[in-house]
């Protein structure tokens, strides 16, 4: 089946730590998205690609790097200097912009990321 | 890209109700998407209404869009236990990026059995 994969689904990282999670689309999309959400609140965008080898910060960057080597993949890392980073990680992907799918956006199941 | 901004914040309805929620933006826009999100999962996406267009339907949901109030409402009709999520509206600006999309806090709906 077509569709976006991240994992792991639960991660722990202590303090001083880099961890990466992994974002997986087989959907052959040009775009792909990382956002992160907190308890009751709504999206916001970490970094973005919208081509191979390419991608851009978003609304809160700092912290976090990503790279885009694979059409298919867009790992993000959560460096150290991520202050607050226990939140939930969503991966998202969106194809090449038509006049039916209007850039609509997938996206994977999430990841669970706790400091201990 | 611009966010959208959902009201209520949180609606509570019984099983068989319609519930209504509602989004406003800020700049004009190409379209205007709902997502929804059940607890600790990925947004799925709902439904997309264009500038062009007032009104869509697509099973129990009905969305409008009135771009002269910059709002879209999205109706939920004899809603089930099941509708229980949290709703998001992504509204997409007529330039800029052709890729990003922002999303607000959403509207959390509860539907009790």
């Known amino acids: 089946d077509g569709g976006i994969t991240q994992s792991p689904k639960y991660l722990f990282r202590k303090e001083g730590q880099n961890v990466t999670l992994s974002c997986e689309q087989n959907?052959?999309?040009?775009?792909m998205y990382w956002y992160r959400q907190d308890p009751g609140q709504g999206l916001r965008l970490i970094y973005y690609?919208?081509?191979?080898?390419?991608?851009q910060k978003g609304d809160i960057a700092e912290g976090y790097s990503v790279s885009r080597e694979k059409k298919e993949s867009f790992p993000l890392t959560v460096t150290s200097a991520q202050k607050n980073p226990t939140a939930f990680y969503l991966c998202?992907?969106?194809?090449?912009?038509?006049?039916?799918?209007?850039?609509?956006?997938?996206f994977g199941e999430g990841s669970w990321l706790t400091v201990v | 890209s611009q966010q959208g901004e959902e009201d209520p914040q949180a609606l509570s309805i019984q099983e068989g109700e319609n519930a209504t929620m509602n989004c406003s933006y800020k700049?004009?826009?190409?379209?205007l998407q709902w997502y929804r999100q059940n607890s600790g999962r990925g947004l799925v996406h709902l439904i997309l209404?264009?500038?062009?267009?007032r009104e869509k339907h697509s099973g129990r949901l009905r969305v409008t869009l009135d771009t002269s109030k910059k709002s879209s409402s999205l109706l939920i009709t004899a809603s089930r236990a099941a509708d229980t999520a949290s709703y998001f509206c992504?509204?997409?600006?007529?330039?800029?990026?052709?890729?990003?999309?922002?999303f607000g806090k959403g509207t959390l709906l509860t539907v009790n059995p």
């Open positions: 209404i264009r500038s062009n267009e």
């Open positions: 690609s919208q081509i191979v080898n390419d991608f």
């Open positions: 992504a509204p997409k600006n007529s330039g800029g990026s052709n890729y990003k999309l922002t």
């Open positions: 998202a992907s969106s194809g090449q912009r038509s006049a039916e799918d209007g850039n609509t956006i997938y």
């Open positions: 959907l052959n999309h040009d775009a």
């Open positions: 700049t004009s826009i190409n379209n």
